[in-house]
T-cell receptor
């Protein structure tokens, strides 16, 4: 158990819908990262938050957005869903901003868009 | 931009044999390097990391990796494979001042009894 929790574990929805994925980082970790894992794109970095502020952005679509709340949990919002958004979405957390810090990964949320 | 290449999407070894999973990175400045393992239906777990200290890095479960700047490589090895090592292995890199991880495409390791 990494200490990172993600809910829900599975999500099945239809095209055009909007969903919210939730992540609670390890106690004390200020950085939260979101990654997408799909068969065709592999594991891709989406976005990072540090202590409530956006820190870095990767290949995140405009239909996707995220935020980190004062209690440090984070939410990833996916809207106008398309079939190609079906993937495993991971949240990870780390202590701070040192690049060598280990990122601890949650179990993921599997999103299926029908 | 940083890129990570893992040679061999599938590797099969016999139980007790040497495991060698290959990883090369692209940047001219050696980044931080990581190996993660993913078991079916689970998240990623860190095996080991290189952060510019020792070039030979020891990790969990008997794995180790050697950083070779001249070859821009960070290959993962284990002297004797165990059935429980069957999983997908990802090499990842992070540049200085940038914490995001760039992952390779992964190598699925199968252990033959």
């Amino acid at each position: 158990d990494s200490g990172v929790t993600q809910t829900p574990k599975h999500l099945i929805t239809a095209t055009g819908q909007r969903v919210t994925l939730r992540c609670s980082p390890r106690s004390g970790d200020l950085s939260v990262y979101w990654y997408q894992q799909s068969l065709d794109q592999g594991l891709q970095f989406l976005i990072q938050y540090y202590n409530g502020e956006e820190r870095a952005k990767g290949n995140i679509l405009e239909r996707f957005s995220a935020q980190q709340f004062p209690d440090l949990h984070s939410e990833l919002n996916l809207s106008s869903l398309e079939l190609g958004d079906s993937a495993l979405y991971f949240c990870a957390s780390s202590e701070g901003l040192a690049g060598g810090n280990e990122q601890f990964f949650g179990p993921g949320t599997r999103l299926t868009v029908l | 931009a940083q890129s990570v290449t893992q040679l061999g999407s599938h590797v099969s070894v016999s139980e007790g044999a040497l495991v060698l999973l290959r990883c090369n990175y692209s940047s001219s400045v050696p980044p931080y390097l990581f190996w993660y393992v993913q078991y079916p239906n689970q998240g990623l777990q860190l095996l080991l990391k290189y952060t510019s200290a020792a070039t030979l890095v020891k990790g969990i479960n008997g794995f180790e990796a050697e950083f070779k700047k001249s070859e821009t490589s960070f290959h993962l090895t284990k002297p004797s494979a165990h059935m429980s090592d069957a999983a997908e292995y990802f090499c990842a890199a992070a540049n200085f001042g940038n914490e995001k991880l760039t992952f390779g495409t992964g190598t699925r390791l199968t252990i033959i009894p």
